[in-house]
């Protein structure tokens, strides 16, 4: 039995190795903050919501085929829950009850694996009736796929004939079997029988003609009791592991259903906690690598929303057809958010998730990748820009064409002058790539550069300020300005006290 809700065609591994640099996208980006409201509190959780969401995939499709799954737990979200705790279920028994206790005989192996199996019965007939009872409510090919499996594999047949076979395994009336005599007359070739219907097999033993060959160990006799053990276990030994195979597979079985699910039990404690702040979602509409199709409304930093718990400004932006993204403006403007906004969007959409926004719709890129600004660090053997350039020279060793950088104040760690040369060298290089870039930036001599050039796969962005001075921490088109809004800064430092000694 496969699950096939993370992928149609293979299983998903929580413990697979993160793409390289994602240590950096979830610091730049914010994303502990998602991880913590898709896991609340819940390690597991916690641990398949980081892997799942860091691992971009690439393929529209399959974006597509969790996007329908994550749609139908939001739809259905009391049965996903239901079917998340059968899993839960089942690890909670056997610490409880089995941790420990197979043993190492044939004999122990086979009683505990028999109890086991029947915990493990329980549970699937509660996934069974829950596919009987539920699944008209769900339109997704991967649970319509998933509950097809459960009715076809877990049928009426199937549980009738697994509890006849762990009855059968009880052996109430005894172990009937057959051996050979091979070398030194020892017995070999041992083969667990199936005992007969009418009257057991110790009546058909006494009625055959060989009844004069039984013997019967005396009470006392422990060599002899010892001796008819271990003949015994080597007898079911076969079966003894037959059933701790079969139990291994429901257990496997069982673990790839909580691992799965995990990632869309996150998704929906997620979506459920932006609903309680009134902030919209949306599943986006994906597009192929190579497509440059960018437009969204009502974007909005998913991070900053749950740290404050209510609604945050969004934007609105088209910028199909745009190799480059440039957002320039005033300090405290919110361009750093938006930033942060568009890689979150990014990541979530990649991994089959919904986006914080009214609207969206993007094409995937080959990887996603932050350049941000560092604070200082005491520990550092080279200058700042140093560090900048060599964090720029990694990040460049592992981009393909359609990657997506996202720079944050790059290469302010000196001049205006060259750090506008170095920024403009390094866009163009990956322009030139076919590298996707947003750029939010205080070099007006980059900036405005780029802008005279007039080409039409760049976008240029302002953070918004009112004549007053008032950031409303919206983005809106516009060309870059030489100003640093001293004159604010004036205002709000000294505009009370001016207006006090007035007075």
């Known amino acids: 039995m496969k699950v096939h809700l993370m992928y149609p065609d293979r299983d998903f591994d929580p413990g697979l190795e993160l793409p ?3 240590d950096s996208l979830v610091q730049d980006l914010e ?36 996007q329908e799954i994550m749609e139908d737990c939001i739809r259905n979200p009391e049965v996903v829950r239901k079917i998340y705790e059968i899993p839960l279920r089942s690890i909670e028994n056997k610490r409880r009850h089995w941790m420990g206790i197979f043993g190492n005989t044939p004999g122990s192996v086979l009683s505990s694996g028999a109890e086991m199996m029947r915990m493990f019965l329980e549970l699937l007939e509660h996934l069974r009736k829950i596919a009987d009872e539920r699944s008209s409510g769900f339109r997704s090919r991967g649970f319509g796929r998933f509950f097809e499996m459960i009715r076809t594999e877990l049928d009426d047949d199937f549980f009738a004939a697994a509890r006849e076979q762990l009855r059968e395994l009880k052996f109430r009336s005894g172990v009937l079997l057959s051996a050979e005599l091979g070398k030194g007359a020892e017995g070999t070739n041992y083969v667990l029988r199936k005992p007969g219907r009418e009257g057991g097999w110790l009546k058909q033993l006494v009625d055959s003609t060989f009844h004069e060959c039984a013997f019967s160990i005396p009470q006392r006799d422990n060599h002899g009791a010892r001796a008819i053990a271990e003949i015994r276990d080597r007898g079911i030994n076969q079966v003894a592991n037959a059933v701790g195979q079969s139990s291994d597979h429901i257990d496997n079985f069982l673990e790839a259903l909580r691992s799965e699910l995990a990632f869309y039990i996150g998704g929906l404690n997620l979506y459920e906690r932006l609903a309680e702040i009134g902030e919209p979602t949306a599943f986006p509409e994906v597009f192929p690598l190579g497509v440059r199709k960018r437009s969204f409304s009502g974007l909005y930093d998913v991070s900053l929303a749950l740290s404050m718990g209510q609604r945050v400004v969004g934007n609105d932006v088209e910028a199909d057809g745009k190799d ?18 568009l890689g979150q969007a990014q990541v979530m959409m990649q991994c089959g998730m919904f986006v914080p926004a009214a609207h969206f719709e993007a094409n995937v890129s080959s ?11 005491a520990s550092m053997v080279s200058g700042k820009l140093d560090e900048e350039l060599g964090r720029m020279s990694r990040i460049i060793d592992h981009l393909k064409p359609d990657a997506l950088v996202l720079l944050n104040e790059s290469f302010s760690a000196t001049n205006e002058r060259e750090g506008s040369e170095i920024a403009r060298q390094v866009v163009e290089a990956l322009m030139e790539e076919g590298i996707q870039v947003f750029f939010v930036t205080h070099l007006y001599a980059f900036a405005s550069s780029f802008h005279e050039k007039g080409l039409e796969n760049v976008l240029f962005l302002r953070a918004e ?3 007053d001075g008032t950031r409303t921490f919206r983005m809106i088109e516009g060309e870059p300005l030489q100003t640093s809004y001293g004159k604010d800064l004036y205002r709000k430092i000294f505009a009370r006290r001016t207006k006090g000694d007035d007075g």
């Open 20 to 22: 390289w640099g994602s």
């Open 31 to 66: 994303l502990e903050i998602v991880f913590d409201a898709m896991a609340r509190n819940d390690e597991f959780l916690y641990r398949v919501a980081r892997a799942a969401v860091l691992s971009s995939l690439v393929d529209p499709e399959l974006i597509r085929y969790r």
């Open 324 to 341: 480059v993204i440039v957002v320039t403006g005033a300090n405290q403007g919110g361009k750093s958010t938006f930033l942060r906004s």
């Open 367 to 377: 990887g996603i990748f932050t350049h941000y600004r560092r604070e200082e660090d």
């Open 465 to 467: 300020r009112l004549p």
